[in-house]
């Protein structure tokens, strides 16, 4: 018998259980389903995280005071870091530039309604580049800021939208009041992706010193010369400004970290989560292989006439596991290529509606490496899973096989 | 009668052994998995909402809005003003209003430094409130009184080597925000950090340290009746729109009972959990599917004893009875085992949660109303994916019946 013909019995067999096989088809790809769609997910913020890292660039730092409150940008820290401090970091050997930020809450009031952001202070004169680097940020419309402006904003991204923040969209050349302080709006950001930050508000360094008179610098951000590693810069600053501070080891009451480390630990966190989530996914597809093992067996049970029938005609054993084998595949492999189309399917429509909620870090990525990937697994688990009934058909002895009622 | 279907069914499942094993075997994992995720995700929401449910329940939190990243206060743009208190203190079914002072500090005991929070204790009567309403009791030494300068009590995570290298004892000397202060007390152990880690000292010493004025980042009122709740929070929020002169729907400010701050917490939690018990119930759909399927194979195989069966006189409804019950025994005995799997997979996991990575966060909360409505699921499930072979399997004609070859 040539390969061909086998095949095509596989397949005649199939066809000729329609409701089993349709069933089985079925389980197999609700749980491939969901597993494309949350590896979509999860290639989608990884490939987001990618792009904001190739944006920031990987020769920066960032130092920023110690405090109690849950996650970055801790405003609630009671550690006064100043423009000494900043000279401290410039002078610290590997250090290309360094800048510092102030940061409060701000209190945004247009058209009678209040809304809060966090309000950030920054030299846009001298170091734009590094803080808009920083901050992934790309002027969508209007003026960028030069540095000497006391009234202008520049705003993020979602104020320009209707019932967004506000009800009505904020527009160039609007007048808004931060604080209670008059401002007109420069222009916006470009989205960066997530509610938090299409919700900052930017202004210059000297706007935030003559109408809010801020304590400390939020953050400092500091570049790395060309050809110095960050990671071990972070490490020099640190010893810096621990001396100019007069603090012993692990007594330090701010962080030194380089975003090489930041987006390491940012990505391995990500992993994990999506790990987890795939892994419970995975249940379901576990379960379907179970149900390709049951439906195999029960089909080499009922043709165990017909393979005694093979088997005395000449039919090798391998003959014989070959076609369970590629039965079983064939079923999950459909199962895979219908499971991909619905998790494209589920993955757009749900990416579509997250994004239109502000968070277009959600966008589902889907590679043709993860079809391809979805395929030649669904096929491997069901072959797997055909394997032992597929042997044990394989191991019938003609004679019991035909005599087999 | 009902004997006989059982012991019909029972029969048929055991003439074909692998297969009803491999159908258990599916619905058995998803019931594992679910009831493992639930277990460990409701001991989850236990130990979080455990942080915060220390409060009583008769007191109104007035906080001002503004990003909410960190502890009370942080991230204000108009704090609250210490004269709201007595003006609160006089509203109708307020009994007193307590204001409070929380800020975030560094605090250090020979050499090793902790972040943490210091919050203040108000003088007078207002004192002994504040310890009702927060719930604190002492572990050692004694609790500030009126006129303590430079006296701290600190929570008993202090007594953990951990947190600043080795015990703080009662008369040491720990320097806060730069300042040396004497430890006079160790609060007893509640199990949430916002007491376990406290740093308390009196209102004034804490308003010279952080040079805090005349603003408060908490004000607390007391409501006796509980009844009255809901009515004094709408006359706080009227009395705050005026003060601090905004619309209605444009408030710089909450006023929450304990409840409903707890409520907005739980609600995130519970959305996480529902996203991952939907994700593992998919496995649960699959075992069902798996149930189907070997019901219509079951419903094939054995077409000629159901036409014998029917010819002897069994009615429809006997037939659909036989067929269902054998689904349904499928999905509760695998739905058994399952429980059992699963609830030993978390109890396993939080052993070794606690004894490696010494983490509370990491329990197991399951009760009988869980472990009895996922037994009662996997019948149902057993049963509606039986429910359709079943159907066929009455409705066979005898004669055709008797007919059927394989």
Redesign the interface.
């Known amino acids: 018998m040539i390969r061909a013909d086998l095949i095509k019995y596989s397949l005649n067999s199939l066809r000729a259980r329609k409701r089993r096989s349709f069933l089985t088809i079925l389980s197999v790809f609700i749980g491939i389903a969901a597993i494309t769609t949350l590896i979509s997910f999860g290639q989608g913020i990884s490939a987001y995280v990618e792009q904001i890292s190739q944006e920031m660039g990987n020769d920066k730092l960032m130092v920023q005071a110690r405090g109690f409150g849950f996650g970055p940008p801790s405003l609630d820290s009671n550690v006064r870091m100043d423009e000494t401090d900043l000279d401290t970091i410039r002078s610290v050997k590997g250090v290309s530039e360094a800048t510092g930020m102030y940061g409060i809450t701000g209190e945004v009031q247009f058209n009678d309604q209040k809304k809060y952001g966090y309000l950030f202070g920054s030299d846009y004169k001298n170091y734009r580049k590094l803080l808009e680097e920083v901050f992934a940020l790309d002027l969508d419309q209007g003026t960028p800021l030069r540095g000497n402006e006391k009234s202008k904003v520049l705003l993020g991204y979602n104020y320009q939208l209707p019932e967004k923040i506000f009800e009505k969209p904020i527009q160039l050349r609007d007048k808004i009041l931060i604080n209670n302080h008059t401002f007109e709006v420069a222009g916006f950001y470009a989205a960066v992706g997530n509610p938090q930050d299409d919700s900052n508000i930017y202004i210059t360094k000297d706007a935030m010193e003559s109408s809010f008179a801020p304590e400390n610098y939020l953050w400092m951000l500091v570049r790395a010369a060309p050809g110095v590693n960050p990671t071990e810069l972070a490490e020099d600053v640190k010893d810096e400004l621990r001396d100019h501070r007069h603090q012993d080891v692990g007594e330090e009451d701010f962080y030194v970290q380089s975003f090489e480390q930041v987006i390491a630990t940012f990505k391995s966190i990500l992993s994990i989560i999506t790990g987890v989530v795939i892994l419970i996914a995975f249940i379901s597809v576990f379960v379907a292989a179970v149900n390709i093992t049951n439906t195999m067996y029960t089909a080499t049970l009922e043709r165990t006439k017909e393979i005694g029938v093979f088997k005395a005609i000449g039919a090798k054993n391998s003959a014989i596991l070959f076609v369970f084998i590629l039965e079983a595949g064939v079923l999950s492999l459909i199962g895979g290529i219908i499971g991909v189309i619905l998790g494209y399917l589920l993955s757009s429509v749900a990416g579509t509606a997250i994004a239109a909620s502000g968070f277009g870090v959600f966008t589902p990525l889907f590679t043709w490496q993860l079809v391809v990937g979805s395929l030649v697994f669904a096929f491997l688990i069901g072959a797997l899973s055909g394997l032992l009934p597929a042997y044990q058909a394989s191991k019938l002895k003609p004679v019991d096989a035909l005599r087999y009622e | 009668m009902m004997r006989d279907y059982l012991q019909l069914a029972y029969g048929s499942l055991k003439n074909r052994k692998?297969?009803s094993w491999?159908?258990m075997?599916?619905i058995f994992?998803?019931i594992a998995?679910v009831i493992s995720?639930i277990g460990l995700g409701q001991g989850l929401r236990v130990a979080v909402m455990g942080q915060f449910n220390f409060l009583t329940t008769d007191v109104l939190t007035i906080q001002a809005?503004?990003?909410q990243?960190?502890?009370p206060g942080?991230?204000?743009?108009?704090p609250l003003l210490d004269s709201y208190v007595d003006d609160i203190s006089r509203i109708p079914g307020v009994d007193r209003a307590i204001g409070r002072l929380i800020?975030?500090?560094?605090i250090?005991y020979h050499?090793?430094?902790d972040?943490?929070?210091a919050s203040s204790v108000p003088d007078g009567k207002d004192r002994k409130e504040i310890e009702r309403i927060a719930n604190i009791e002492l572990a050692h030494g004694r609790l500030l009184k009126d006129g303590d300068m430079n006296k701290v009590v600190l929570g008993i995570d202090y007594l953990d080597p951990e947190t600043l290298g080795k015990p703080v004892q009662i008369r040491d000397s720990v320097t806060v925000?730069g300042k040396s202060f004497e430890v006079i007390g160790i609060l007893a152990k509640k199990g949430s950090f916002i007491i376990d880690n406290a740093i308390q000292m009196n209102e004034a010493v804490m308003r010279e340290l952080?040079n805090v004025n005349d603003t408060y980042d908490v004000i607390v009122a007391i409501v006796p009746n509980p009844a009255d709740m809901a009515r004094v929070k709408v006359r706080v929020e009227d009395y705050l729109r005026k003060e601090r002169d905004?619309?209605k729907g444009?408030e710089?400010f909450s006023v929450e009972s304990p409840e409903q701050a707890l409520a907005n917490l739980d609600s995130t939690l519970f959305a996480i959990q529902i996203f991952?018990y939907v994700?593992?119930g998919?496995?649960i759909?699959?075992?069902g599917?798996?149930i189907?399927?070997?019901m219509?194979?079951s419903v094939v195989?054995r077409t000629k004893q159901i036409g014998i069966m029917k010819a002897i006189g069994a009615q429809r409804k006997m037939i659909f009875t036989l067929f269902l019950l054998e689904s349904g025994f499928l999905g509760f005995v695998g739905g058994i085992v399952g429980i059992l799997f699963g609830a030993g997979i978390a109890y396993g996991l939080a052993f070794l949660g606690s004894t490696f990575l010494g983490s509370d966060l990491i329990q197991v909360s399951l009760n009988w109303f869980i472990v009895l409505g996922a037994l009662l699921f996997s019948f149902v499930i057993g049963t509606v994916a039986g429910f359709l072979p079943a159907v066929q399997a009455s409705r066979l004609v005898p004669v055709e019946a008797l007919r059927y070859v394989?």
């Open positions: 692998v297969r491999l159908t075997v599916g994992i998803g998995a995720l809005s503004g990003l990243n960190g502890p942080e991230g204000v743009v108009n800020e975030s500090t560094q250090g050499g090793f430094q972040f943490s929070y925000h952080f905004v619309e444009e710089d991952v994700i593992a998919i496995s759909i699959v075992g599917i798996g189907a399927n070997t219509y194979t195989e394989k």
